[in-house]
Structures are given as structure tokens and as C-alpha cells.
């Protein structure tokens, strides 16, 4: 393991082996399998027999298919249940409990700081900065640095696009910190939903990134969030230590299945087309949201929703309740509490949202 992707790990896990499934065991090609304790017999619910053994732990034909979606080599990638597990995997494997700290960068997704603190890490926040001239929350890099060395963090999770802000980070100032923080911490950049957006994804630069993670998903722009399916890209040493860090079968089989015709060619050229349709529905909804009388502001998106702040938030958010639209209601958080997020739907969806917010009276 290179000496850059050591000296990121939990010094107590160096040297951790993991546990041995036995899948993993190296048994060639055996005719009769009796290493598992599996069932001689589908189960009569199996119609088609494809679940009574164990899967493999890294699924080779669904690890293949990911990476070619995403522009890098197998060994490059860990499929997982969701980047929520790519999530934890991170802080596990690099954070020492009751000890270490992770950066975030609020207002972000809310499961950075909840995985920091089952794992019980510290969780540093360095606030995005909102302008009130233009349309952006913009990452301040230098304050994410100084904050990073100053606090030992171990791990920086960037959201890229961004959620709730929808939009994209940089990748000239995501390089920057992380050329910044080589040795020190792992920068993870969440691409949940990059699809949507126009820049590329930080997974080309990771040669050149040892401490640099990308996280992607299915969940999203591939319309499979039921299926769990997202992973992490990093330096192959990296998903090793982390592979070592997961549960031994996580990705079940019917999953894989699905997965792997999802990323199909005839699949994929019609997931492309959709995401256009999200984005010129997104850019559509905006206008017709920014002309409404009761909107204060819609940020510019590179994601499939938009934040939008109200003159009256509990208004809008019960008037698109009243018309059966359920939304996401964002008032709790720090520096939003005039704000809704609402994803961006097909156009029957984006039109029903702009009637039920109509004209907005003023209210009394
Ligand atoms: C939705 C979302 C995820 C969750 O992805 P899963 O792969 O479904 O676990 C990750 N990150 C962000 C920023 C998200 O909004």
C-alpha cells in the first residue's frame, strides 16, 4: 500500500485484515461447494435458483460495468448499499473514535455529520458562504484548509453538486485542498448528483489525488434508489482498507442483477435523455418560480431540485401540501429558515408546483 494511503488509515487498522468470508476463499474451481453452510436446494420462492449461495463480495461483472460508467479501473472502486455505506466505510476506516474529527460544510447532507457521530467523531463545520447578490453558496477552500490542520481533521466531505444548495463545487479549488491536505486528510467529494450538472467529475483527477474519494450513487440520475447501490473511487489501496471495513456480502444479488442491466446500453442512453429532460424542466421550474410574487430567491442548480426562500415558507409549504405536493422542508436548518427544496419532477409535476404556488396574496 502506498505510504500516502497509510498514513491516511486509522493507525489501530494498518494492519487489519478484515474478515474472511468464504467467498473469498481461494477454492479455484470446486464442483461440489460445502464451505458456506448454504441450502442444497432453491428456496421455492427463488423461480429462477439465482439466491441460494452467497454472492460475491465485490460482484466482478457489476464492479466492471460501474467502472466503466464512471471512467476508472475496478480495483478503483467499491460498490456498497448506496453511498450511505461509502459514507460510513470513510469514517471508519479513517477516523479514530472519541479522537478524531471530520470537516463539513454546512448547509450540506445531513448524513455526514449523522455517520460522524455514530462513529463518535468530532464533526468541525466551516459554513458555506452565502452572497446576497448573486445566486451561489460558494465553499471558502482556504477556511476548509486552515480549519482541516487546525482541528487534525482526518476526513473533509465536500457535497459537489451540492445538497441542499444544488450547486457544483469547483474542481481547480476541490484539487487544490486536497494537493493542500496530501497526508493529512482524505478529501471525499459527493457526487451524488454530478449527472445532472456540466463540469466533470473529480474521478479523472484521482491519479494525480491520492487522498482524494469520489462517492457516487444509482440512487439518483439512474432512477434505482431502491436498489442501494452506490460506491467510492479512490486510489486502490484505499478501497482495499475500506473493503476490509465492510460487511463481507453487501450487495445482494437481485440488486446486482438490476444494477447491471440498468447499465445496459439501451438503459443508459435513456437515462442520458431523461437527465436532459430534468435539466431544462429545472431551468423552466426556476424561471416560473423566480416570477412568482411570494419567492424571495431560487438558487442556480446543477442538481434535479432547487432551494428556493419564501416570503411566507409555511404559506407555500401548505399550499403545495393543500395540493397534494409534498416537498422538502428545509426551515430547520441553519441560515434556511425561509426555505423549501423541491425536486425537479417531470412536467406535469413542475406545472402542478407552479399553480398551487399561483399568484401568492399577500398575507395578512
Ligand atoms: C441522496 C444522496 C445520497 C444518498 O445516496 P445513496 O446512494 O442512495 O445512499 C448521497 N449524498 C447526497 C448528497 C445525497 O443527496
Known amino acids: 500500500m502506498n505510504a500516502c494511503i497509510r ?3 486509522r493507525e489501530d487498522l494498518r494492519d487489519f485484515a478484515g474478515y474472511r468470508s468464504a467467498r473469498g476463499d481461494d477454492a479455484g474451481e470446486g464442483r461440489i461447494w460445502l464451505n458456506a453452510n448454504e441450502s442444497p436446494w432453491a428456496n421455492t420462492a427463488d423461480a429462477d435458483a439465482q439466491l441460494r449461495r452467497y454472492p460475491s463480495p465485490q460482484p466482478a461483472a457489476l464492479r466492471h460495468a460501474l467502472a466503466d460508467l464512471y471512467g476508472c479501473e475496478p480495483q478503483q472502486l467499491l460498490a456498497g448499499r448506496g453511498s450511505d455505506e461509502g459514507i460510513d466505510l470513510l469514517l471508519r476506516a479513517l477516523c479514530h473514535p472519541g479522537r478524531d474529527a471530520v470537516l463539513v460544510t454546512s448547509p450540506t447532507f445531513g448524513m455526514y455529520a449523522v455517520a460522524a457521530r455514530l462513529h463518535g467523531a468530532r464533526v468541525v463545520d466551516v459554513p458555506l458562504l452565502d452572497h446576497d447578490d448573486d445566486h451561489d453558496f460558494d465553499c471558502d477552500f482556504a477556511a476548509v484548509g486552515d480549519a482541516a490542520e487546525a482541528h487534525g481533521a482526518r476526513l473533509v466531505f465536500l457535497c459537489s453538486p451540492g445538497n441542499p444548495t444544488g450547486r457544483a463545487l469547483p474542481l481547480d479549488g476541490i484539487l487544490a485542498l486536497a494537493q493542500r491536505l496530501r497526508e493529512r486528510a482524505l478529501v471525499a467529494v459527493d457526487e451524488a448528483y454530478i449527472e445532472f450538472a456540466q ?15 469520489v462517492l457516487r450513487t444509482l440512487s439518483k440520475a439512474h432512477a434505482l434508489a431502491a436498489a442501494r447501490i452506490g460506491c467510492v473511487i479512490g486510489a ?3 478501497i482495499a482498507a475500506l473493503q476490509r471495513c465492510q460487511a ?3 450487495v445482494p444479488e437481485p440488486c446486482a442483477r438490476l444494477a447491471r442491466a440498468a447499465l445496459h446500453a439501451d438503459a443508459r442512453a435513456t437515462t442520458t435523455r431523461r437527465i436532459q429532460v430534468i435539466r431544462s424542466e429545472r431551468e423552466r421550474l426556476r424561471a416560473g418560480l423566480q416570477a412568482l410574487p411570494g419567492v424571495r430567491r431560487v438558487y442556480r442548480s446543477d442538481a434535479n431540485f432547487l432551494l428556493v426562500r419564501f416570503a411566507h415558507a409555511q404559506q407555500a409549504f401548505d399550499r403545495l401540501l393543500a395540493a397534494g405536493i409534498v416537498v422538502r422542508d ?4 441553519p441560515r434556511l429558515d425561509d426555505a423549501l427544496r423541491i ?3 417531470a412536467r406535469e ?10 399568484p401568492m396574496e399577500v398575507a395578512a
Open 7 to 9: 498514513s491516511l488509515l
Open 199 to 213: 463540469g466533470p467529475s473529480a474521478v479523472a483527477s484521482l491519479d494525480r489525488h491520492p487522498n482524494l474519494a
Open 330 to 333: 428545509l426551515r430547520r436548518a
Open 248 to 250: 463481507p456480502y453487501p
Open 236 to 238: 486502490p489501496g484505499l
Open 343 to 345: 425536486s425537479v419532477g
Open 349 to 358: 409535476d413542475n406545472d402542478a408546483v407552479l399553480a398551487a404556488l399561483g
